[in-house]
């Protein structure tokens, strides 16, 4: 018996061994195999490379078509050449990219775009998105009902089409969107600039969700969207918190005079999140009529509050030094003090620069 318990386990330690190596042998030949096929690629690619460049120094479009045609049958490596020279080339140069890809690529990215992969999905729309013309628009459009993911390319593809009515379709998607997709349209919808001031007008008006509205709000400063300024202190006694916040950042950074008052109402916000924004806001406007607003700021329990106070003090002059060298003279809030002491210092130390 234990004879043949030995020699069972002598059997199961060599099976083991054997499929140790077996499993070594297949990781060590993957491994081989990917270097072999990243050193091909990067030889592929330094020599389309060098054909697109001068195919884009003549702006010969035969010259373009011919290139197209030779590396065709090499799609990954064309098409990561394309991409890398569409973040850096404009004008001419652009039209012989969206030659080559015409040529080269574009009826296998077509049939991507049916394809029930979802990557190859997602690279046939950003790539399509780069080169498409205004015309074949309906092509993202249908992948507005794809995957989020999928959904998130052919938008941002679209923003990139210049036309109202690829723009009006992303937004279209986006008061539809829900979840945490609609966080990733900021970026998207940033980048058409302001070419969507009509578009975000029409969609405050529309009452959307809290999470939703203080996304567009957020797009009003950023941009900026001075032309849609009137709208924003609407929002200011919105419930939710969040609004409020991006409402009193739009301000501060769209520097309205006019905004004056909504950010001094604001300054006295339940939250200090809405607080320290105001305050900045108040500090960019650099109006002395804000130095008690200010001043009281710098007594706020939240370190924000009153790093944001003692920045509109500063900028506020010879009046904000004075009230700061006072702060750091009392003796009932030692944090207030700490903050104006440090204002004092950081303005001696640029003084002295």
Sequence with gaps: MDD????????????????SAALFLFILLRRLAIQHREAVFQVRYLEIEQEVLQAIAAGDISTAVGTALRHRGRP????????????????????????????GLKRRFLKDLRSPFVA???????????????????????????KPIVR?????????????????????????ESG?????????????????????????????????????????GAIPLRSLAPLVPGFARHPDKEVRIKSAK?????????????????????????????????????NPEALEILSKGLFSPAWHVRWNAREGLLNLGIEG?????????????????DMARMALDSLRDTQVN
């Design 4 to 19: 043949v318990l030995s020699v069972l386990v002598t059997y199961i330690f060599l099976f083991l061994l054997l499929v």
């Design 76 to 103: 990954d490596v064309l098409t990561q050449v394309l991409v890398n020279f569409a973040e850096m080339i404009s004008g001419r140069g652009r039209e012989v990219l969206r030659t080559i890809f015409e040529h």
């Design 120 to 146: 190859r999905r997602l690279r046939a729309t950003r790539l399509i998105g780069l080169f498409a013309a205004s015309s074949e628009r309906a092509l993202l459009v249908d992948l507005l009902r794809d």
């Design 152 to 176: 998130l390319a052919a938008a941002s593809a679209l923003t990139h089409v210049p036309d109202k009515e690829s723009l009006a379709l992303v937004f279209e998607v986006f008061e539809k």
């Design 180 to 220: 945490p997709d609609i966080h990733a349209y900021t970026n998207i919808i940033f980048g058409a600039g302001q070419r969507i001031e009509p578009l975000v007008r029409e969609a405050l008006a529309k009452t959307p969700s809290p999470e939703k509205l203080s996304l567009l709000i957020e797009l009003v």
């Design 250 to 286: 739009a301000l501060a950074a769209l520097r309205s005079p006019d905004s004056f008052g909504v950010l001094a109402e604001l300054a006295a916000d339940k939250d200090w999140e809405v607080q320290a924004q105001a305050l900045r806001g108040l500090g960019n406007l650099r």
């Design 321 to 337: 030094v004075r009230r700061l060298e006072e702060v750091a003279g009392q003796n009932s809030d030692r944090f207030a003090a």
